[in-house]
């Protein structure tokens, strides 16, 4: 199971091994060879980026957290010896407060933490449900094999992102080809930037139009901070963009490597369809985040004041690296963690992060996973792969990790 | 066991309402709010949770 996709990702001790890494060719669930074995090594090393620069990787659980609730650690990508992910990212714009340090991050985030609150997420429980099974009845109306992404996927962050938002149904069509756009990794840079700029134009135009005439959504929440004068109106667009981007591809993709893996393991899957108990549900949820990883490239921090991480003093102006999925293999935390194991308890996986910046998004996406696990297997229990798993195209290149398209049928 | 909540560090992550629904709730912008300072020992483990699942270290157990 050691064989590489690109061959071994060091050659000798004294090299300083380059990240990211790639993943052994048959096993697109598993963390890559070369981050196990860091780990095991110790909880700190060296690692060699793109451009040259040399932070330091995190590779387990405690020292991650550490870092990450560590307020000497800053997201602002502006800081000296920040590590950046390509060259696409030094000097691109800072999308509102996930690359802002406290107290601007705690300002800006506190504006939008109420929709998220678990009250609000279970009360549009019901619209989750029915836009899943919406979108499952369409499938089953039509001919196999489908593409699981593009059925189902991808439109269900969107519309439930429509409903978060209070976009008007009559405009959900526009969203959602714009939003997919904007998400498809073989987008030319012109046909994202053109989607890019109408999906802003149009949330830019929503919130003036909630200024005069404020409804019970989140715009109309941004656009009350707008008239209290505690926020820009470009400040208001670039915060809804954020919310909208980052419930996204990271919904869609665990939706579709959940799916993957679960038919992969069918003792798994069969006990998730033959429940009726939502805790067996939630718990395959978090097994399912703890187990499988979609932010591949790492959480990261440059350090602002020298700090001391398992003995090692990491300087100020040096990078580090959290990689959380090799953090909720660890096993000190997890026993037995290469195991999927729906009946474990994994609540305590950094699938989300960790510290004050930790995804503000997760009771949503939790209530959206649960909806979907829930769901999905049981309406269609011959649910298979319509290729070969080694046929399924990942997504080792981008920045959230994934799968391109899934054909299923039953 | 008494449980200690520092409001002002909370990210309003939600996740002690999910580990301890009797003992923490949220307010109108997710903030966490305690319902009771006083916690039962069947209660104990649910708290212990919540403290090991806030990202913002801000729930402390101390002794009564």
Known sequence: MAETVAGPAHDGADTVPEFPMPRASRCPFDPPPGLKELQEQGPLAKVRLWDGSEPWLVTRYAEQRAVLGDPRASADTDQPGYPTKASAEAGEGKLSFIMMDDPEHARLRRMVTAPFAIRKVEALRPAVQRIVDGLIDDMLAGPGPVDLVEAFALPIPSLVICELLGVPYDDHAMFQDNTRTMVRTTATPEE??????????????????????????????????????????????????????????????????????????????????????????????????????????????????????????????????????????????????????????????????????????????????????????????????????????????????????????W | MKVELEADKCVASGQCVVAAMDVFDQDDDGIAILLTEQIGDDQLDDVKEAVAVCPAAAIRLVQA
């Open chain 1, 192 to 409: 994202r930037g053109a989607a890019t700029r109408e999906i802003a134009g149009y949330l830019a135009g929503q919130i003036a139009r909630r200024l005069t005439d404020p409804k019970d959504d989140l715009l109309s929440g941004i656009a009350g901070r707008v008239a209290a004068g505690e926020l820009t109106h470009g400040q208001a667009t670039e915060m809804a963009l954020l919310l909208l981007i980052a419930g996204h591809e990271t919904t869609a993709n665990m939706i579709t490597l959940g799916t993957a893996a679960l038919l992969e393991h069918p003792d798994q899957l069969a006990l998730l369809r033959d429940t009726d108990d939502p805790k067996l549900v939630a718990s395959a949820v978090e097994e399912l985040l703890r187990y499988l990883h979609i932010t591949h490239l790492g959480r990261r921090r440059a350090v602002t004041e020298d700090i001391e991480i398992a003995g090692q003093v990491i300087r100020a102006g040096e990078g580090v690296i959290m990689v959380n999925e090799i953090g909720n293999r660890d096993p000190e935390v997890f026993e037995d963690p290469d195991r999927l194991d729906i009946t474990r308890d994994a609540r305590r996986h950094v699938a989300f992060g960790f510290g004050v910046h930790q995804c503000l998004g997760q009771p949503l996406a939790r209530m959206e996973l649960q909806v979907v696990y829930g769901t999905l297997y049981r309406r269609i229990p011959t649910l298979r792969l319509a290729c070969a798993l080694e046929d399924v195209k990942f997504k080792h290149d981008a920045f959230i990790y994934g799968i391109h398209e899934l054909p299923v049928a």
